[in-house]
């Protein structure tokens, strides 16, 4: 797979590339889909949350509850790999012949944004979120800001930063993220809904409580006056502005749906 060729290889290129592996260890995450997929829902809740643990993540193919990477002594490993790499075979070896060889397997990424069809793109875990918001751009012809959130069963919605990369959120596995294009001065707020889905919306600072409710109808929420929204426990009045109530970007306020 380094080389992508299935012909013979240079052995001094071979070794220079698993030296490098070993030098980096806290990045190695080495996982199975042959036999144990994310299809099956028990098996794909325990796979992501072993894929969340310690570095190095090395599972077992015949036994995914096994982390091989838990053994002591990558420290050792490390400082010896990297001593290797110093050696006249090592050196010789150029940057043109280094191999590409991922740390993680690429990820499916379903993109989701309000009003469109849902697009799926791949990307590694270790690159840079920024890449991936680059690569939407482009579909997507964005002009504004471009916000990306995505929300784990049972957690709380939250943002990804550009500077970070998925690996750092623990994602190494098919996720789905939603897109949001903001110009300033809209902030993007998360609307925690009764079932626990969070949705975010952009909405100007000087925007109503009010006016926020529309937006969440026009999403298919609740009719705005069947909404009570909620910050910190306290009930938000609909006249009352997102500036005045101090709401800031990425708070999330809770809906709660009044049936009479």
Known sequence: MGTESSDSFNLDEGFVAVMELLVNYRDICIYWTKYYNFQNEVVRNFLKKQLKGDRPIILDPADPTNNLGRRKGWEQVAAEAAFCLLQ????????SERWNVQRARDVQVRVKQTGTVDWTL???????????????????????????SFQE??????????RKTLADYGIFSKVNIQVLETFPPEILVFV????????????????TILDLKEKIED???????????????EELED??????????????????????
Do not use: H
Not at 88 to 95: E, F, Y
Not at 239 to 260: A, F, G, M, P, Q
């Open 88 to 95: 006249v075979c090592c050196t010789t070896v150029g940057p």
């Open 122 to 148: 791949w990307t590694n875990p270790y690159s840079p979120i920024r890449k991936m918001k680059a690569e939407i751009r482009r579909e997507k012809n964005f002009g504004g800001e471009l916000r990306i």
């Open 153 to 162: 069963p049972g957690g709380e919605r939250q943002l990804l930063s550009s």
């Open 192 to 207: 925690k809904y009764p079932g626990g889905q969070s949705k975010p919306f952009t909405i100007d600072p000087d925007d």
């Open 219 to 233: 999403a298919g929420g609740p009719c705005a006056e069947d909404q009570v929204l909620l910050l910190d426990d």
């Open 239 to 260: 006249d009352e502005s997102l500036k005045e109530l101090e709401i800031k970007d990425c708070d999330t306020i809770i809906l709660i749906r009044v049936i009479d």
